[in-house]
């Protein structure tokens, strides 16, 4: 790995493809939710917040000046001169396919922008968008990223998902018929799942070899239902030191070739209420890295014995 890292990193990838830094920059599309909007509910997953995951976007500002004010940020930051447009809050392929060609084609629109990162739910895509998102995936660099968090059925109902395994499967078959880049996300920690049922959602991603993954830890907001669940059921959160062990052994059984996008979350230190630790992205990814290294582990040497 080019960072000399024990696993295959966005980062890593985007410099191989694109021969320099590439970096992310988050945008607010201005989409709802169908788990949110009261097609399928009003309540959202548990853990949903006011930002529909996208803490880190400013919705009060058109795409063009999310866009140009992020890549300032990011060219002082991290000295980069091309970027990936990434509309990560809310769903964002919950709209006509005019709205979505619309906003997606504003987003690319400037030349820095060498790529499209769409985060959405396998439950909200049509033939019309599929075809769109084929051609679209011919013209610049696309991947789609799900929110599947788990591949427990129970669960699922119990963070009010609004959608079964079955609806993930369809949708992933249709996007790799068409080349088109998958990445899913896992949260660890979710309410009463333990470590295997952690790892089964780990080893079925690993099996569905889709393109990335990114892993979140479960983080309480207080702008969120799962702040309200918690004080009322008050069940158990992962250690750091519970976590940190998961993920080196959730990433041993991972495909060598997936590109891991994210190794915790992110959370709004302003409305983060437990646990502490979620807050120290880069204290986790660091005890990550020591973990790998004191168990002699690394992405991929676990996989086969997955199959
Ligand atoms: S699918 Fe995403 S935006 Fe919709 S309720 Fe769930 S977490 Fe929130």
């Given at each position: 790995m080019l960072s000399g890292k024990r696993y295959n990193t966005l980062n890593d990838e985007l410099f191989k493809i694109f021969g320099e830094k590439v970096s992310k920059i988050a945008i607010d599309g201005g989409f709802t939710c169908p788990n949110r909007d009261g097609?399928?509910?009003?309540?959202?997953?548990?853990?949903?917040?006011e930002k529909g995951s996208g803490?880190?976007?400013?919705?009060?500002?058109d795409i063009e000046k999310q866009i140009d004010s992020q890549i300032e940020i990011n060219k002082r930051k991290w000295k980069t001169n091309k970027f990936i447009a990434y509309f990560q809050?809310?769903?964002?392929?919950?709209?006509d396919i005019d709205t979505l060609k619309l906003k997606y084609e504003n987003a690319m629109?400037?030349?820095?922008?060498v790529g499209l990162a769409i985060a959405t739910r396998?439950?909200?895509?049509n033939e019309e968008i599929y075809d769109y998102l084929e051609e679209l995936n011919n013209r610049t660099f696309l991947w789609i990223e799900l929110g599947?968090?788990?591949?427990s059925e129970d669960t699922a109902k119990l963070i009010n998902r609004g959608y079964d395994l079955n609806t993930y499967e369809e949708t992933i078959m249709e996007l790799k018929k068409r080349k088109i880049r998958v990445v899913t996300h896992l949260i660890f920690g979710?309410?009463?799942?333990d470590k295997v049922d952690m790892l089964n959602s780990v080893k079925y991603l690993a099996k569905t070899n889709t393109w990335g993954v990114k892993f979140h830890s479960l983080y309480i907001q207080t702008d969120s239902r799962l702040y309200d669940y918690y004080l009322k059921e008050s069940f158990k959160l992962l250690t750091k030191e519970e976590y940190v062990d998961i993920v080196s052994i959730a990433i041993s059984y991972l495909p060598r070739e997936m590109v891991i996008h994210r190794l915790t979350g992110d959370a709004n230190k302003k409305l983060?209420?437990?646990?502490?630790?979620?807050?120290?992205k880069l204290g986790v990814i660091s005890s990550i890295d020591k973990k790998l290294k004191e168990l002699d582990l690394y992405q991929g040497v676990n996989y086969n014995s997955n199959m």
């Open positions: 097609r399928l509910s009003y309540s959202g997953c548990l853990f949903c917040n803490d880190f976007t400013n919705f009060n500002l809050s809310f769903t964002n392929t919950y709209a629109s400037r030349k820095d922008i396998p439950d909200c895509f599947l968090q788990t591949v979710l309410p009463y799942e983060l209420f437990k646990p502490e630790w979620s807050c120290d």
